[in-house]
């Protein structure tokens, strides 16, 4: 869901989205979430929502998500098909 009771089937996910579903599943499929990056190499850090900020530590650490660039995570940014792909790719290689 999007908060406030909504789902939003239709809508793009942003980068710190799809983290948080892989690591709210990876949690449900009781895989091991004990990654935990330290982003403050990235300048954008303080753009990662609060309730994404444990996932997107979870996902850089575990080798799911880098930087766009060498400084910066885009947490905000939308997610191509080809990082989508990408996410799920390294997913199933690191964790699942």
Request: charged share 20%; net charge negative; hydrophobic share 35%.
């Amino acid at each position: 869901g999007t908060g406030d009771g909504k789902f939003a089937p239709d809508a793009s996910i942003t980068r710190e989205q799809f983290a948080t579903i892989l690591y709210n599943y990876a949690k449900y499929k009781n895989q091991n979430v004990d990654a935990n990056a330290n982003l403050s190499g990235y300048t954008d850090t303080d753009e990662i929502s609060d309730w994404a900020s444990e996932a997107m530590r979870w996902a850089n650490g575990a080798g799911l998500i880098t930087g766009r660039t060498e400084t910066t995570l885009a947490p905000k940014g939308t997610a191509s098909r080809a990082e989508a792909a990408t996410l799920l790719q390294r997913y199933m290689q690191n964790v699942g």
